[in-house]
């Protein structure tokens, strides 16, 4: 069984950074796309960020783009999020996922963590 569980998340002022990590264990991390997803308060999960299975690739949601960086260690079989200059628009729970497809959809990812809360203050 595929776990993934996350961490880093917490509270940060505006302008400061955090590292998200997500673990994942129970299956075959190189056969997995990994993806950073996010839910607001009242809002629907969007999508943040995603990476190839052997890290070729990465694709950001254009609000992030240029201050988050995800990036995944195949020896730690874990996925980062770096995110730097955040803003209070980037308060959620963030999410990560793993995906058979490359995809920015959320439907096509099979696994997900549990969530980690950001809050950033102004």
């Known amino acids: 069984q595929v776990q993934l569980i996350e961490s880093g998340g917490g509270l940060v002022q505006a302008g400061g950074s955090l590292r998200l990590s997500c673990v994942v264990s129970?299956?075959?991390?190189?056969?997995?796309?990994m993806g950073w997803f996010r839910q607001a308060p009242g809002k629907e999960r969007e999508f943040v960020a995603r990476?190839?299975?052997?890290?070729?690739?990465?694709l950001y949601t254009g609000v992030v783009k240029g201050r988050f960086t995800i990036s995944r260690d195949a020896a730690k079989t874990t996925v980062y999020l770096q995110m730097n200059s955040l803003k209070p628009e980037d308060t959620a729970v963030y999410y990560c996922?793993?995906?058979?497809?490359?995809?920015?959809?959320?439907?096509?990812?099979?696994?997900w963590g549990q969530g980690t809360p950001v809050t950033v203050s102004s």
């Open positions: 996922a793993a995906s058979g497809t490359w995809s920015s959809r959320s439907d096509v990812y099979d696994y």
């Open positions: 129970g299956g075959s991390f190189s056969s997995y796309h």
């Open positions: 990476i190839s299975r052997g890290s070729e690739s990465t």
